[in-house]
């Protein structure tokens, strides 16, 4: 892989069987994947994946990263996405899952007026909850200084905006699943980001 990839229907990959080995291959032929080696370096690396309808077309979609190596001591250390964020079930969703014995601390934040300057119909007020593989809640938040504001500074990558909202927790393992949800305050609608920052 070079600078950059892309593909359109997994199965046409010239690389379909490495996708088959990696165990997690789409189960429809229509949907799509990369597999890519990500050089590291000691400061971070910076990856963007980008999912479009083809032909122009829309629709609800995922993207989904795995880390296929974990014998290498390079590691996911930040997930972001940025969707149109509605109401009712078409909200934004980011899943992780922490694997191996050692807990994971955390920062999940919903961005959305520090967008402003840069996309059209940023969302005002965006809320957050963290939510485990069973659907409880674990965790919410609207406007992160109503809330563990000390702690999210200290993480050195609090929200730009207090409207913004920002959850720090540390995440069990041994392949516990997780959910953040964002929403807009009073069913608002417009453009959010949800980001999960690895703290340690």
Same mark, same amino acid.
């Given at each position: 892989?070079? $600078?950059? &990839?892309?593909?359109?229907? @997994? +199965?046409?990959?010239?690389?379909? !069987? ?25 400061? #971070? ?12 077309? *829309?629709?609800?979609?995922?993207? +989904?990263? =795995?880390?296929?190596?974990?014998? /290498? ?12 964020? !509605?109401?009712?079930? %078409? /909200?934004? =969703?980011? #899943? *992780?899952? /922490?694997?191996?014995?050692?807990? !994971?601390?955390?920062? /999940? ?6 967008? $402003?300057? =840069? ?14 593989? %069973?659907? #409880?809640?674990?965790?919410? %938040?609207?406007? @992160?200084?109503?809330? +563990?504001? &000390? ?24 392949? $516990?699943?997780?959910? $953040? ?15 999960? =920052?690895?703290? +340690?």
């Amino acid at each position: 892989m070079g $600078a950059s &990839d892309s593909n359109d229907n @997994w +199965q046409d990959s010239p690389n379909k !069987q490495a996708i088959i080995d990696t165990g997690v291959a789409p189960t429809n032929d229509l949907e799509s994947a990369i597999v890519a080696t990500l050089p590291a370096s000691p400061g #971070g690396t910076n990856y963007t994946a980008i999912v479009r309808g083809a032909n122009n077309g *829309t629709g609800i979609g995922v993207v +989904q990263v =795995f880390d296929l190596d974990r014998t /290498v001591d390079s590691k996911l250390a930040n997930i972001s996405t940025r969707s149109l964020v !509605q109401t009712g079930d %078409n /909200v934004l =969703f980011a #899943g *992780t899952i /922490v694997l191996g014995d050692t807990a !994971q601390k955390v920062i /999940v934040r919903a961005i959305g007026p520090s967008l $402003a300057s =840069f996309v059209s119909g940023a969302m005002a007020d965006p809320t957050l909850e963290l939510h485990d593989g %069973n659907g #409880g809640v674990l965790a919410s %938040n609207d406007n @992160w200084r109503s809330d +563990q504001q &000390d702690e999210i500074i200290a993480t050195g990558v609090a929200p730009t905006d207090d409207l913004e909202s920002a959850i720090v927790t540390t995440l069990p393992a041994n392949g $516990a699943q997780y959910t $953040a949800i964002v929403r807009g305050a009073g069913n608002t609608t417009g453009i959010a980001v949800v980001e999960v =920052f690895a703290l +340690q």
